[in-house]
C-alpha cells in the first residue's frame, strides 16, 4: 500500500440539542470547546496540540429518532482512552452524577472498558490500558469480566 493512515481524526455526531451535548461532552468527558460555526456546530477537544478537534457536534434534522432507536446500520460506538483506571472510575462516577445510561463495563485484561451513553443515544466506550502488555495485547477482544464492583467501589 502507498500510504499508512497515522490515526482517526475525529467522530461528527447529530445531537437533538447541542447545547445539551456541548455540556456532557465538557462537564462529564472533560472535553474542551475549541470553536464554534454560525450553524450551530461545536468543535471538541482533549489536547490541541495533538489533535485539532476530536469531536464535532452538529444539530439532527428535525423529528431525527434518536441513535438507539434500533437503527441497524451506522456507527456503532466512538471510544476515548484515559490515562489510567482511576481516570476511568473518576469518569464513571461523573457520568452517573449525569445521569448518563451505563451499557456496561468490562475487563479485557490489559484494557479496562467502560460503555455509555451520551443524552442522544449514541454510545461510548471509555478505556484505559493497564500494564505494559497492553499495547501489545493480541486477545483484547477477549472480556474476561466486569468491572462493576470495582468501578462503584470507594477511591
Known amino acids: 500500500m502507498d500510504f499508512k493512515v497515522r490515526r482517526a481524526g475525529h467522530v461528527v455526531i447529530r445531537v437533538a440539542d447541542v447545547d445539551r451535548a456541548a455540556r456532557f461532552f465538557t462537564e462529564v468527558v472533560g472535553l474542551t470547546v475549541i470553536g464554534s460555526t454560525a450553524r450551530k456546530m461545536i468543535f471538541l477537544t482533549a489536547d490541541f496540540e495533538a489533535n485539532h478537534h476530536m469531536v464535532l457536534v452538529r444539530p439532527a434534522k428535525p423529528g431525527a429518532p434518536p441513535a438507539d432507536a434500533g437503527a441497524p446500520i451506522g456507527m456503532a460506538q466512538a471510544s476515548f482512552e ?47 490500558r493497564e500494564g505494559n502488555d497492553a499495547p501489545r495485547l493480541t486477545d483484547h477482544f477477549t472480556v474476561r469480566g466486569d468491572l462493576d464492583a470495582a468501578l462503584a467501589a470507594p477511591a
Request: hydrophobic share 40%; glycine share 12%.
Open 82 to 128: 484515559v490515562g489510567s483506571f482511576a481516570e476511568l472510575k473518576a469518569l464513571h462516577g461523573r457520568l452517573r452524577e449525569f445521569g448518563a445510561r451505563i451499557d456496561r463495563s468490562e475487563d479485557r485484561g490489559g484494557v479496562k472498558a467502560l460503555f455509555a451513553y451520551d443524552p442522544d443515544g449514541n454510545l461510548f466506550q471509555f478505556y484505559c
